[in-house]
């Protein structure tokens, strides 16, 4: 199987078309206010115009209202949304656009029992359990992950071109999500760590 790729928080054009070069499925846009990356609707709509055919773009909210959805939809046009926050399984579902779910792993958590009401999403993202909601280069315990999948998993949280490889042989995922760690000041990539890391990726998946 070959781990799918999403790099997040991008914030410049030039960043996207590093990403897509060096063969990312993916890359996400940050549509939380408090977040150094975080995209108004003009700068969104010029990175997805950038991105070329076959990657994918991912708007990602914490705790939204439905408003700020739909106006991302209507004027960015993103093929994915993601959630990070308390949202319910009807909000996400609403919007008629496939989504991903993000749960915060943290010890004693029953990940699945927090996840199975999402049994609507594309798939479920885990991240670390932190004060700020991704973005800030922390791992969690790989061990926590359950066994039972009923849905993709997209692994998260401090993942870097030194760790990715063991987080892939430790846990399988469908996919890894990667922000800070490729990044040499918040909201910038460097082209160099992107390609580093999507390496890692391709050698875990021989």
Request: hydrophobic share 45%.
């Given at each position: 199987?070959?781990?799918?790729?999403?790099?997040?928080?991008?914030?410049?054009?030039?960043?996207?078309?590093?990403?897509?070069?060096?063969?990312?499925d993916?890359?996400?846009?940050?549509?939380?206010?408090?977040?150094p990356?975080?995209?108004?609707?003009?700068?969104?709509?010029?990175?997805?115009?950038?991105?070329?055919?076959?990657?994918?773009?991912?708007?990602?909210?914490?705790?939204?209202?439905?408003?700020?959805?739909?106006?991302?939809?209507?004027?960015?046009?993103?093929?994915?949304?993601?959630?990070?926050?308390?949202?319910?399984?009807?909000?996400?579902?609403?919007?008629?656009?496939?989504?991903?779910?993000?749960?915060r792993?943290?010890?004693?958590?029953?990940?699945?029992?927090?996840?199975?009401?999402?049994?609507?999403?594309a798939?479920?993202?885990?991240?670390?359990?932190?004060e700020?909601?991704?973005g800030?280069?922390?791992?969690?315990?790989?061990?926590?992950?359950?066994?039972?999948?009923?849905?993709?998993?997209?692994?998260s949280?401090?993942?870097?071109?030194?760790?990715?490889?063991?987080?892939?042989?430790?846990?399988?995922?469908?996919?890894?999500?990667?922000?800070?760690?490729?990044?040499?000041?918040?909201?910038?990539?460097?082209?160099?760590?992107?390609?580093?890391?999507?390496?890692?990726?391709?050698?875990?998946?021989?």
């Amino acid at each position: 199987m070959r781990t799918r790729i999403k790099i997040c928080g991008i914030t410049r054009v030039e960043d996207a078309q590093a990403a897509a070069r060096a063969g990312a499925d993916a890359i996400g846009l940050v549509f939380y206010p408090p977040s150094p990356r975080f995209l108004g609707l003009d700068r969104a709509r010029r990175l997805v115009d950038a991105v070329p055919p076959f990657v994918s773009t991912v708007a990602l909210f914490v705790n939204p209202a439905a408003e700020e959805v739909r106006a991302v939809l209507e004027h960015v046009g993103p093929a994915m949304l993601q959630f990070h926050g308390e949202e319910t399984p009807a909000f996400c579902g609403q919007f008629g656009v496939p989504y991903l779910k993000a749960c915060r792993v943290r010890p004693g958590a029953d990940l699945l029992e927090y996840l199975r009401p999402f049994s609507g999403a594309a798939g479920w993202l885990l991240d670390s359990h932190v004060e700020e909601y991704g973005g800030v280069g922390e791992i969690f315990d790989w061990s926590l992950v359950p066994a039972e999948r009923p849905r993709p998993l997209v692994v998260s949280g401090g993942l870097t071109r030194d760790n990715v490889r063991e987080a892939i042989r430790r846990v399988r995922p469908w996919a890894v999500d990667v922000s800070s760690g490729v990044e040499s000041a918040k909201g910038i990539k460097d082209a160099d760590r992107i390609a580093a890391f999507i390496a890692e990726v391709r050698h875990a998946d021989v």
